[in-house]
């Protein structure tokens, strides 16, 4: 098949595209042969050798998210067959925690017990074809297309997790979305504006800020034009302060993100870019009576909700720029330099 392949950790010109051999099912896997793949930031620090994890075994084939078909189904699946349209489920588990208490059987697969990542100790979705085993499996709603389906899992499935199912957002409810030119961000406003909320967004940038703007949102700041974000929050508010912030900066951002929640006020988070280690002042946490929860993307019920909602039109992926596969260079060096606005997605 052909694929986007690394040799070693290093930049652009260490994704080489050609041929590798396709990979070899098992009983209880599928391989899916892939017709869209979305990119992530986390694609570039996984390919510089500075994701966190431990380095990879080369040859490897990076990417976590992606669309296509099932094009062979081992001995051991009955639940698919070939022709089925569907999505490899990007956080692997086994389907089955090994302890009483299974996260997996819980609903939450996102976060089994024996979690892997997609493209990490696996080859991933930068390929003709990738296997996973039956239970890493996402089915497609009929009218939803691939590219579509590419840009969905991480941004769209990860915001509604956050918005609707941990913050819970009610109609009238005063939202502060960080990094809202993020895939995320802009789709935390996209699903937030469905729940009837008002949105209040940040970004770095004033671009960022307007496409914001079209896509839902109410108030805008910039933070780099901004001493202090929870000052221009409450002036926006009345003083009150916003009923739920949606976060993934962390630093200072999340200091300031507190500090604008109104008492009894939610903050959920799923990322800390600019700040992993955050002094917290326990003092105003407690007065204040906030809520705070974490997620760590969605699970695969999660997706299939929300893959329906984005067939329906209801949320509309946001797709920055196209490639083919085999311009996977330019593609990564656009992902880079973070001058875009929404998901960009390869063709295969
Ligand atoms: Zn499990």
Redesign the pocket.
């Known amino acids: 098949m052909k694929a986007i392949v690394i040799h070693q950790h290093g930049g652009p010109e260490d994704l080489v595209y050609e041929d590798i051999e396709t990979p070899i099912i098992g009983p209880n896997e599928v391989l899916i042969n892939i017709k869209a793949v979305g990119l992530n930031h986390f694609d570039l620090d996984l390919r510089g050798g500075i994701s966190g994890y431990l380095s990879l075994d080369m040859p490897h084939i990076l990417g976590c998210e992606g669309a296509g078909m099932i094009a062979e189904v081992g001995s051991a699946v009955t639940a698919y067959k070939v022709g089925d349209r569907v999505m490899p489920f990007l956080t692997t ?5 090994r302890h009483r208490i ?3 059987a819980l609903g939450m ?1 996102n976060i ?3 979690f892997d990542k997609l493209g990490v100790t696996s080859w991933g979705t930068y390929a003709e074809y990738v296997k996973v085993t039956q239970y890493n499996v996402i089915r497609m709603p009929d009218d939803l297309t691939f590219m579509d389906a590419a840009a969905t899992q991480v941004a769209y499935a990860t915001a509604w997790e956050m918005v609707i199912k941990k913050a819970k957002v009610r109609q009238g409810e005063d939202v502060l979305i960080n990094a809202a030119g993020s895939g995320v961000g802009s789709a935390a406003v996209q699903v937030a504006k469905l729940a009837g909320a008002r949105i209040i967004a940040t970004a770095g940038s004033d671009e960022k800020l307007e496409r914001a703007r079209q896509l839902g949102a109410d108030e805008v700041i910039n933070y780099n034009k901004t001493e202090n974000i929870a000052d221009a929050v409450l002036e926006m508010t009345g003083g009150r302060g916003v009923d739920v912030c949606i976060e993934m900066v962390g630093g200072k951002i999340l200091q300031q993100s507190l500090t604008a929640l109104c008492l009894n006020g939610r903050l959920t988070t799923c990322g800390a870019h600019a700040g992993e280690k955050v002094e917290l002042d326990m003092i105003e946490f407690f007065r204040k009576q906030i809520t705070m929860s974490s997620n760590h993307f969605a699970p695969k019920s999660t997706n299939t909700e929300v893959l329906g909602l984005v067939a329906l039109g209801k949320l509309q992926p946001v797709v920055a720029k196209t490639f083919p596969l085999s311009n996977m260079r330019a593609a990564h060096e656009l992902l880079a330099s973070r001058d875009f606005y929404g998901k960009i997605v390869l063709k295969v």
């Not at 588990?93 to 925690?97: E, W």
């Open positions: 588990s086994l389907g089955q925690c299974c996260n997996c697969d089994c017990l024996d």
